[in-house]
């Protein structure tokens, strides 16, 4: 007899955004900008920034909790905790520590995963290996990332581009849902056109990183936009195609919120209308590795999806890093 291929399937969502609204109009206070311009060049209306001492694992934990209070499961039925995040609490102990604690998933392990915009996809990959291969039974993912903590808020640059915020799926086995097929990459030779130059162990915090302002996030926007445009595009297409879906095959395309340009071409190259698409950047901007899960946890909650549905995750970003995932949705719409 054929051993049974379980598949990673998406069985509960959760998200949190920060009550805290940062308005083009507020940040118009602080750089020579227009809300007209941010608008028109990205699709971004405004973000959410978190308040004074609230971080990373405590966004990601309430995100869980929320998963956890949909599904009505307990913490300790949890096997492993990935957290896809560019912007833990510290650099150790992990976050995904921090949250194991913070959620009392006292039979859980787990660990963080850095790979920006792509985060969340790369760790859904690690998370569905974990199940399909039988080791766990039920893995959370997070992406979740506090970029007004690494933004130069007097860069017109890069400082309207960001927010805060956490979201969270569930994997289960499934004989039929869930994760179906996938295509990630990457390329350092990008690394120069997004990054933050210190706070590792190649440029440790100094006074001279300090009044050098190494520790904000750099990006050239436009090399970024010319590889995200075509990166984003031709992976989806290739995921999408190789598994002989096209246009109205996609019952919702999920791409990562960085620009509405960037998101319109790659929907553009897979033959898809405005309601086939998910977007949030207008009232979320770029939150990073929190984009994709919190996209999943509204699409959830608005009910913008059934039992079935084929959906196309796809993001892009600092690495660069990028890719695509085939999901086979496998949560009823709730009533
Ligand atoms: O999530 C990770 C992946 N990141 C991305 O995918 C982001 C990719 N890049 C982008 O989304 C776009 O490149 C940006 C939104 C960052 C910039 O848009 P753009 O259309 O590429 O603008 P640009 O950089 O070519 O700048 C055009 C002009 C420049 O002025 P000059 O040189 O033409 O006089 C900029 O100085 O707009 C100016 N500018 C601004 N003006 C008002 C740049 N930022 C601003 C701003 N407000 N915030």
């Given at each position: 007899?054929?051993?049974?291929?379980?598949?990673?399937n998406?069985?509960?969502?959760g998200?949190?955004?920060?009550?805290?609204?940062?308005?083009?109009q507020?940040?118009?206070?602080l750089?020579?900008?227009s809300?007209?311009?941010?608008?028109?060049?990205?699709?971004i209306?405004?973000?959410?920034?978190?308040?004074n001492?609230?971080?990373?694992?405590e966004?990601?934990?309430?995100?869980?909790?929320q998963?956890?209070?949909?599904r009505?499961i307990?913490?300790?039925?949890?096997?492993?905790?990935?957290?896809a995040?560019?912007?833990?609490?510290?650099?150790f102990?992990s976050?995904?520590?921090i949250?194991?604690?913070?959620?009392k998933?006292?039979?859980?392990?787990?660990?963080d995963?850095?790979?920006?915009?792509?985060?969340?996809?790369f760790?859904?990959?690690?998370?569905?290996?974990?199940?399909?291969?039988?080791?766990?039974?039920?893995?959370?993912?997070?992406?979740?990332?506090?970029?007004?903590?690494?933004?130069?808020?007097?860069?017109r640059?890069?400082?309207?581009?960001?927010?805060?915020?956490?979201?969270?799926v569930?994997?289960?086995?499934?004989?039929?849902?869930?994760?179906i097929?996938?295509?990630?990459?990457?390329?350092?030779?990008?690394?120069e056109?997004?990054?933050?130059?210190?706070?590792?162990?190649?440029?440790?915090?100094?006074?001279?990183?300090?009044?050098?302002?190494?520790h904000f996030?750099?990006?050239?926007?436009?090399?970024v936009?010319?590889h995200?445009?075509?990166?984003?595009?031709?992976?989806?297409?290739?995921?999408?195609?190789?598994n002989?879906?096209?246009?109205?095959?996609?019952?919702l395309?999920?791409?990562?919120?960085?620009?509405?340009?960037?998101?319109?071409?790659?929907?553009?190259?897979l033959?898809?209308?405005?309601?086939?698409?998910?977007?949030?950047?207008?009232?979320?901007?770029?939150?990073?590795?929190?984009?994709?899960?919190?996209?999943l946890?509204?699409?959830?909650?608005?009910?913008?999806?059934?039992?079935?549905?084929?959906?196309?995750?796809?993001?892009?970003?600092?690495?660069?890093?990028?890719?695509?995932?085939?999901?086979?949705w496998?949560l009823?719409?709730?009533?």
């Amino acid at each position: 007899m054929k051993p049974i291929q379980f598949r990673a399937n998406i069985t509960g969502t959760g998200k949190y955004l920060p009550e805290k609204v940062l308005s083009n109009q507020d940040i118009e206070k602080l750089v020579d900008t227009s809300d007209e311009w941010i608008q028109t060049r990205t699709g971004i209306r405004e973000r959410r920034i978190v308040k004074n001492g609230q971080a990373t694992a405590e966004m990601s934990t309430n995100a869980i909790i929320q998963l956890l209070e949909k599904r009505d499961i307990s913490a300790e039925e949890i096997d492993a905790i990935i957290v896809a995040t560019i912007t833990p609490d510290m650099m150790f102990p992990s976050t995904a520590a921090i949250i194991q604690s913070n959620i009392k998933a006292k039979n859980a392990w787990g660990y963080d995963l850095s790979s920006a915009c792509s985060g969340f996809l790369f760790g859904m990959q690690s998370g569905a290996a974990l199940i399909s291969s039988g080791q766990c039974k039920k893995v959370i993912v997070v992406g979740a990332d506090t970029m007004s903590s690494i933004l130069n808020f007097e860069d017109r640059n890069t400082c309207i581009l960001f927010g805060d915020g956490a979201g969270a799926v569930l994997l289960e086995p499934s004989e039929e849902y869930g994760v179906i097929d996938s295509e990630l990459r990457v390329d350092g030779s990008g690394g120069e056109y997004l990054k933050m130059d210190a706070g590792g162990s190649r440029l440790p915090a100094s006074h001279h990183t300090v009044d050098n302002k190494q520790h904000f996030v750099y990006q050239d926007g436009k090399s970024v936009f010319k590889h995200a445009v075509k990166g984003m595009a031709d992976i989806s297409y290739q995921v999408a195609s190789r598994n002989n879906l096209m246009g109205s095959d996609i019952d919702l395309f999920i791409p990562h919120q960085a620009n509405k340009r960037i998101i319109d071409a790659a929907a553009k190259k897979l033959g898809l209308s405005d309601s086939q698409v998910m977007i949030n950047i207008d009232r979320f901007a770029n939150t990073t590795a929190a984009t994709l899960p919190i996209c999943l946890a509204e699409a959830d909650e608005e009910n913008m999806l059934s039992l079935g549905d084929n959906v196309i995750l796809s993001a892009f970003g600092a690495g660069f890093s990028w890719g695509a995932m085939y999901i086979k949705w496998g949560l009823p719409a709730y009533a």
